[in-house]
């Protein structure tokens, strides 16, 4: 049994692979017509928690399973590290559930049942939530009733019945949680790597005994090492004497040697009868032969001629194998949105050579053939790799996960809106290749990683990140999202703006990336509805509560992304009391107390005056109203920044101002509330009424805290 601060978990077995399986735990409702049925076996909400522990949540072995019989039921799973916070989920339905008893389905592709692979790699914190988005009661068919379920599932575990569905089925849940593990992956030396580990021998911290190799393994919010014997041996790599025990290669049950087989500690060596020549190696060795001439003639004739039945079989089966693979590369083509892509692109004025089509071969080399050691990150869209191409530029290559229409036309969204954007400020777009299995994206590769790491990495410490280089990137980033808005071909919004999304070139400019979930606006719309898509912490309430996009959900979000600049905090924290977790929510507050100087970042107060300070602050809270008409235009925002950048390299101008704002911090609050309290409050003079804030810190609470 394992223990952390919330919850014990039941260990099944560890194998010295690195792998450790734990009996599973169910989010899951029943339902009968017109009700909810409870149980004290049954949660709509689990939690696996696993800091403080070396353990995360496998990937790879895992996958999502969601069960369910409800018109629009929705199941979520939320992994939390101390970064981020991102949610993931599939949709589970049966319109007559009537009908699903005489079905004998048990594929799991959204007819009553959902899977999901597991977005991130390294995960700690796994949230898993079932609930109906829709009243249950008036839906149901009155002499059915049914149960729906969410959990994780080691991969080919679990395999799905009709008759999961129906009933107060406790018998479908407990054998789910005897039978059906959940993986996790195990670590030793935690925050040590193997060399530092090695280097710390004196102190035997190093874990790894005699003839064994060490391997870095990428624990999420740590990392640590797993310890494995070396070809020739076997034994625990953990445990004195180690891997010490010499594998007889010969004695197998393949004998790696056509004829003599010598067993050596630790390997093995082959040789030939005497009278013969050769290795006698089966693994690319020459074979045994007889020393004699007649016998070499005859073997040099016969090879001569098998040669050249090879050649002749060989030209034959290349041919037919290249007419294959080019037939298969027009399949992929096909099959990855090459006719979405030439359609979309055509209507907006650009063509299939307006960027470069690499080929498959190209990116291979590129990447050497895609190894684990290339990753630059991993995410819902898909894994990055770091490429170098043939002529020596550096580039960053991205992998989709295409499994369904949907992240097809998500890809093909956002190949046509970067073949349209022109700008410094704008990750640009080499090219793509669309002959392979998955589609691949090539971007130009940005060195100096996120600007969320820059924020975070050294907080309360003295860095590069001045006020002058915090007005700059901030200037940057905005004019880059005012061209989206308003200088494109078409109007696109980002969706997803966040710093984890500005990346950082060798000069520190800032480079808007990721626009998997951003949408083409048509100009005669101002609004557009979609699915919820976005971070927890940036994401726009009126949004989230609407499904309403407009130009104004990024504004929001780069509200947040400026308070986050100002106050070096994340956009989420649990180091926060409870209602100031929200990053927004924690600013507001702050302003609205007369408390901005006390949360913004040490070196900010020393290097900038506090006019600067409060005018960066009220542009932020302008960003953060809750009614998006309210807030500014990108280009507003923008203009501001850039005035700001303009006086910060000019400090002697409009000093007359100085005076107004040691005046306005001495006040008790920066947002002056009217007597009337009935008055609803001016974006225009910066007023923040407290009906206003209210209704914000409300729809924040709500959004982050799903029934």
């Given at each position: 049994?394992?223990?952390?601060?919330?919850?014990?978990?039941?260990?099944?077995?560890?194998?010295?692979?690195?792998?450790?399986?734990i009996?599973?735990?169910?989010?899951?409702?029943?339902?009968?017509?017109?009700?909810v049925?409870?149980?004290?076996?049954?949660?709509?909400?689990?939690?696996?928690?696993?800091?403080?522990?070396?353990?995360?949540?496998?990937?790879?072995?895992?996958k999502?399973?969601?069960?369910?019989?409800?018109?629009?039921?929705?199941?979520?799973?939320?992994e939390?590290?101390?970064?981020?916070?991102?949610?993931?989920?599939?949709?589970?339905?049966c319109?007559?559930?009537?009908?699903?008893?005489?079905?004998?389905?048990?594929?799991?592709?959204?007819?009553?049942?959902?899977?999901?692979?597991?977005?991130?790699?390294?995960?700690?914190?796994v949230?898993?939530?079932?609930e109906?988005?829709?009243?249950?009661?008036?839906?149901?068919n009155?002499?059915?009733?049914?149960?729906?379920?969410?959990?994780l599932?080691?991969?080919?575990?679990?395999?799905f019945?009709?008759?999961?569905?129906?009933?107060?089925?406790?018998?479908f849940?407990?054998?789910?949680?005897?039978?059906?593990?959940?993986?996790?992956?195990?670590?030793?030396?935690?925050?040590?790597?193997?060399?530092?580990?090695?280097?710390?021998?004196?102190?035997?911290?190093?874990?790894?005994?005699?003839n064994?190799?060490?391997?870095?393994?990428?624990?999420?919010?740590?990392?640590?090492?797993?310890?494995?014997?070396?070809?020739?041996?076997?034994?625990?790599?953990?445990?004195?004497?180690?891997?010490?025990?010499?594998?007889?290669?010969?004695e197998?049950?393949?004998?790696?040697?056509?004829?003599?087989?010598?067993?050596?500690?630790g390997?093995?060596?082959?040789?030939?009868?005497?009278?013969?020549?050769?290795?006698?190696?089966?693994?690319?060795?020459?074979?045994?032969?007889?020393?004699?001439?007649?016998?070499?003639?005859?073997?040099?004739?016969?090879?001569?001629?098998?040669?050249f039945?090879?050649?002749?079989?060989?030209?034959v089966?290349?041919?037919?194998?290249?007419?294959?693979?080019?037939?298969k590369?027009?399949?992929?083509f096909?099959?990855?949105?090459?006719?979405?892509?030439?359609q979309?692109?055509?209507?907006n004025?650009?063509?299939?050579?307006s960027?470069?089509?690499?080929?498959?071969?190209?990116?291979?080399k590129?990447?050497?053939n895609?190894h684990?050691?290339?990753?630059?990150?991993k995410?819902?869209?898909?894994?990055?790799?770091?490429?170098?191409?043939?002529?020596?530029?550096?580039?960053?290559?991205k992998?989709?996960?295409?499994?369904?229409?949907?992240?097809?036309?998500?890809f093909?969204?956002?190949?046509?809106?970067?073949?349209?954007?022109?700008?410094?400020?704008?990750?640009?777009?080499?090219?793509?290749?669309?002959?392979?299995?998955?589609?691949?994206?090539?971007?130009?590769?940005?060195?100096?990683?996120?600007?969320f790491?820059?924020?975070?990495?050294?907080?309360?410490?003295?860095?590069w990140?001045?006020?002058?280089?915090?007005?700059?990137?901030?200037?940057?980033?905005?004019?880059?999202?005012s061209?989206?808005?308003?200088?494109?071909?078409?109007?696109i919004?980002h969706r997803?703006?966040?710093?984890?999304?500005?990346?950082?070139d060798?000069?520190y400019?800032?480079?808007?990336?990721?626009?998997?979930?951003s949408?083409?606006?048509?100009?005669?719309?101002?609004?557009?509805?979609?699915?919820?898509?976005?971070?927890?912490?940036?994401?726009?309430?009126?949004?989230?509560?609407?499904?309403?996009?407009?130009?104004?959900?990024?504004?929001?979000?780069?509200?947040?992304?400026?308070?986050?600049?100002?106050?070096?905090?994340?956009?989420l924290?649990?180091?926060?009391?409870?209602?100031?977790?929200?990053?927004?929510?924690?600013?507001?507050?702050?302003?609205k107390?007369?408390?901005?100087?006390?949360?913004l970042?040490?070196?900010?107060?020393?290097?900038?005056?506090?006019?600067?300070l409060?005018t960066?602050?009220?542009?932020?809270?302008?960003?953060?109203?809750?009614?998006?008409?309210?807030?500014?235009?990108?280009?507003?925002?923008?203009?501001?920044?850039?005035?700001?950048?303009?006086?910060?390299?000019?400090?002697?101008?409009?000093?007359?101002?100085?005076?107004?704002?040691?005046?306005?911090?001495n006040?008790?609050?920066?947002?002056?509330?009217p007597?009337?309290?009935?008055?609803?409050?001016?974006?225009?003079?910066?007023?923040?009424?407290?009906?206003?804030?209210?209704?914000?810190?409300?729809?924040i609470?709500?959004?982050?805290?799903?029934r």
């Amino acid at each position: 049994m394992l223990s952390n601060f919330t919850h014990s978990l039941e260990i099944i077995d560890i194998s010295l692979t690195g792998q450790m399986r734990i009996r599973n735990r169910l989010a899951t409702k029943c339902y009968q017509p017109r009700q909810v049925i409870v149980q004290s076996i049954m949660s709509n909400d689990v939690i696996i928690y696993l800091d403080n522990l070396p353990l995360v949540v496998s990937d790879t072995a895992n996958k999502f399973i969601g069960i369910g019989c409800v018109d629009d039921l929705t199941m979520i799973i939320a992994e939390s590290t101390p970064i981020l916070v991102h949610m993931s989920g599939c949709g589970a339905t049966c319109n007559t559930p009537e009908n699903m008893h005489k079905q004998n389905d048990t594929s799991c592709m959204g007819n009553g049942c959902c899977q999901l692979e597991i977005p991130n790699k390294g995960l700690k914190h796994v949230r898993i939530i079932t609930e109906s988005l829709i009243d249950v009661g008036n839906t149901t068919n009155n002499n059915v009733s049914y149960c729906s379920a969410a959990f994780l599932a080691e991969v080919n575990e679990f395999t799905f019945s009709v008759a999961d569905l129906f009933g107060n089925n406790a018998g479908f849940i407990k054998r789910t949680i005897d039978n059906v593990p959940v993986v996790l992956d195990w670590y030793v030396g935690v925050n040590e790597t193997c060399r530092e580990a090695q280097q710390n021998r004196s102190r035997s911290s190093y874990a790894c005994m005699e003839n064994t190799d060490c391997t870095d393994v990428y624990g999420g919010t740590d990392f640590g090492y797993r310890c494995s014997c070396r070809t020739g041996y076997q034994g625990n790599p953990y445990l004195s004497p180690g891997c010490t025990t010499d594998i007889n290669e010969c004695e197998g049950p393949i004998n790696p040697c056509t004829h003599i087989c010598k067993n050596t500690i630790g390997n093995y060596t082959c040789s030939c009868p005497k009278g013969y020549s050769g290795t006698g190696r089966k693994d690319g060795g020459t074979p045994c032969f007889k020393n004699k001439s007649n016998t070499l003639k005859l073997g040099l004739g016969i090879g001569l001629g098998l040669a050249f039945l090879m050649f002749i079989f060989g030209s034959v089966n290349l041919f037919f194998r290249r007419r294959k693979l080019m037939k298969k590369r027009e399949k992929f083509f096909e099959q990855n949105g090459g006719v979405l892509l030439s359609q979309q692109l055509h209507p907006n004025g650009g063509t299939m050579d307006s960027s470069k089509i690499f080929s498959i071969e190209e990116l291979q080399k590129a990447t050497n053939n895609y190894h684990e050691d290339r990753i630059l990150g991993k995410g819902g869209y898909g894994t990055v790799y770091k490429g170098i191409l043939k002529d020596g530029r550096e580039v960053a290559i991205k992998k989709s996960r295409v499994t369904d229409r949907t992240q097809v036309e998500q890809f093909i969204n956002e190949v046509v809106i970067l073949t349209q954007i022109n700008h410094r400020n704008v990750v640009k777009l080499l090219g793509c290749c669309l002959e392979t299995e998955v589609p691949l994206l090539v971007y130009e590769f940005i060195s100096n990683g996120t600007l969320f790491e820059h924020i975070h990495r050294n907080k309360g410490v003295t860095s590069w990140l001045t006020w002058a280089n915090c007005i700059k990137l901030a200037a940057e980033a905005a004019d880059a999202l005012s061209y989206l808005h308003s200088a494109a071909s078409i109007p696109i919004i980002h969706r997803d703006v966040k710093s984890s999304n500005i990346l950082l070139d060798e000069n520190y400019t800032a480079k808007i990336s990721d626009f998997g979930a951003s949408r083409l606006v048509p100009i005669d719309q101002t609004q557009v509805t979609t699915l919820v898509q976005g971070t927890l912490g940036y994401l726009d309430p009126e949004y989230f509560q609407t499904s309403q996009l407009t130009e104004k959900s990024d504004v929001y979000s780069f509200g947040v992304l400026l308070a986050e600049l100002l106050t070096r905090e994340k956009p989420l924290s649990i180091e926060r009391k409870m209602e100031e977790r929200n990053l927004a929510i924690y600013f507001i507050l702050s302003v609205k107390e007369g408390r901005l100087m006390e949360i913004l970042d040490p070196q900010l107060v020393r290097e900038a005056n506090e006019e600067q300070l409060i005018t960066m602050a009220n542009l932020a809270m302008k960003c953060l109203y809750v009614v998006g008409e309210d807030r500014p235009t990108m280009k507003e925002v923008a203009l501001e920044l850039e005035g700001l950048r303009s006086q910060n390299r000019h400090p002697w101008a409009d000093q007359s101002h100085q005076d107004e704002t040691s005046n306005l911090t001495n006040q008790n609050d920066l947002y002056p509330m009217p007597s009337n309290a009935n008055y609803n409050g001016n974006p225009s003079t910066g007023e923040f009424t407290t009906g206003q804030y209210t209704m914000q810190i409300d729809m924040i609470n709500e959004m982050n805290h799903p029934r």
